[in-house]
């Protein structure tokens, strides 16, 4: 948190060091990313990212999207457009937000993408990516569900509430990631103990809690969750 000097803010423990939420999936052949925070650019750099064969947006609000601009590295490197997917309200906040994308320049100038708007299970390769509503605050907003090689992981980084229908496509999952933001109940986002029996209601194979604030440190957390949820940390790799 800027301006704090508390002591996950000032520790030297790595795994206190926490970037807003994206992730990179590699399956099927395909890279996918999931949402682009102001901190894009240092995650891809820092964790040697090459390619990105699409992106997917759980929503527009700012932590999760003002990196966009750094997908022009990616459109340049592969001479093509990128496929960028989100709900209909995501999709037209992102064509005004960065209403430059995409106006006849070339590759190098700005990020070469192809808006679309998602509703529906969308094939990436043999790959697919089922959206997942769930509520944040007021608004509807989206997960994601990843299907690949055999394997099926939840992403689901922003809510306040998963409908049942959302939860009937959360089964047999591999992988679970949601959103626990902090201890104490927020409007807008599961707190821990809510996300806590969410992915236990889901049972996942392996359970993950994201989104944290500096209201939790990595190791008094991990200590009081035990073995059934992990807690994450900026550049954790996750074979399946």
């Known amino acids: 948190m800027i301006g704090c000097t508390c002591g996950v803010c000032t520790s030297t423990q790595p795994e206190n060091k926490r970037r807003r939420c994206s992730l990179y999936v590699v399956t099927e052949g395909q890279h996918l990313v999931f949402d682009t925070p102001p901190d894009f650019r240092d995650q891809v750099l820092s964790f040697g990212v090459e390619r990105v064969d699409a992106v997917f947006l759980t929503h527009a609000h700012a932590d999760h999207v003002f990196g966009f601009d750094d997908v022009r590295r990616f459109s340049a490197l592969q001479e093509s457009h990128i496929p960028v997917h989100g709900s209909e309200e995501t999709i037209r906040l992102m064509r005004k937000k960065f209403d430059y994308v ?96 969410s992915l236990a209601r889901i ?15 990595h190791h008094a957390l991990q200590a009081r969750l035990g073995e059934a949820v992990t807690v994450p940390w900026d550049g954790l790799r996750v074979m399946l």
Do not use: W
């Open 102 to 197: 995409d106006q006849g320049y070339n590759f190098e100038s700005v990020p070469r993408v192809r808006f679309t708007e998602q509703t529906d299970a969308v094939a990436v390769g043999g790959a697919t990516v089922t959206p997942l509503p769930v509520s944040h605050g007021k608004d509807t907003i989206y997960g994601f569900l990843i299907e690949g090689d055999g394997r099926r992981i939840g992403y689901i980084p922003d809510c306040n509430g998963i409908p049942q229908t959302t939860y009937a496509l959360l089964t047999d999952m591999d992988a679970m990631i949601l959103d626990g933001l902090r201890p104490k109940e927020h409007p807008t986002h599961f707190n821990i103990e809510q996300c806590v029996e």
């Open 203 to 217: 049972g996942a194979k392996k359970s993950f809690i994201t989104h944290l604030t500096h209201n939790s440190e």
